[in-house]
T-cell receptor
């Protein structure tokens, strides 16, 4: 069945450093979504990518969807303590399919 | 995005008992889901709550253990039946908008002793 894999599982970075998490699918995806979950909180929708090679930016966050629509990345520039949390990608093979969540990347910021 | 509330926010229950979790949305939504999340883990979809018909369960989850109601487009309940310590988890409801974006409730933290 469809699998969505994320790496790394954990990442510790110094405040101000950049951070990247990667999402890889065993199959071509119709769309990919990214969510952020703060410690003790619930997942919050960040963005959705649907086009091959698509790049979207939200302030210091850059999201990319691969040309083959099998992988995606989230890059945070100059991390801040407010970036702490777990970042999940989620994808679906077809538009109407239920999305499958990756295992997430837990980001810890060292002050 | 929709505003979603869940009750209770947390509970401690004895094994063998049942707990019903409520999910209320501030607007009518077609797609509503129930997830389980173990601490530090990813989200596992339990079922899709269908309005006016039986819920659609994912592999490994059955109606007898997790009965779901969806009486209208703004409300759903999930019952965790005959609980065991393995059912200790966070249970989340979510809704999906027309762009397939999901919005989650605050979750219910369940501890079974």
């Amino acid at each position: 069945g469809q699998q969505v894999m994320q790496i790394p599982q954990y990442q510790h970075v110094q405040e101000g450093e950049d951070f990247t998490t990667y999402c890889n699918s065993s199959t071509t995806l119709s769309n990919i979504q990214w969510y952020k979950q703060r410690p003790g909180g619930h997942p919050v929708f960040l963005i959705q990518l649907v086009k091959s090679g698509e790049v979207k930016k939200q302030k210091r966050l850059t999201f990319q969807f691969g040309e083959a629509k099998k992988n995606s990345s989230l890059h945070i520039t100059a991390t801040q303590t407010t970036d702490v949390g777990t970042y999940f990608c989620a994808g679906a093979m077809n538009r109407d399919d239920k999305i499958i969540f990756g295992k997430g990347t837990r980001l810890h910021i060292l002050p | 995005s929709a505003v979603i509330s869940q009750k209770p926010s947390r509970d401690i229950c004895q094994r063998g008992t049942s707990l019903t979790i409520q999910c209320q949305v501030d607007s009518q939504v077609t797609m509503m889901f129930w997830y389980r999340q173990q601490p530090g883990q990813s989200l596992t979809l339990i079922a899709t709550a269908n309005q006016g018909s039986e819920a659609t369960y994912e592999s490994g989850f059955v109606i007898d253990k997790f009965p779901i109601s969806r009486p209208n487009l703004t409300f759903s309940t999930l019952t965790v039946s005959n609980m065991s310590p393995e059912d200790s988890s966070i249970y989340l409801c979510s809704v999906e908008n027309s762009n397939y974006e999901q919005y989650f409730g605050p979750g219910t933290r369940l501890t079974v002793t």
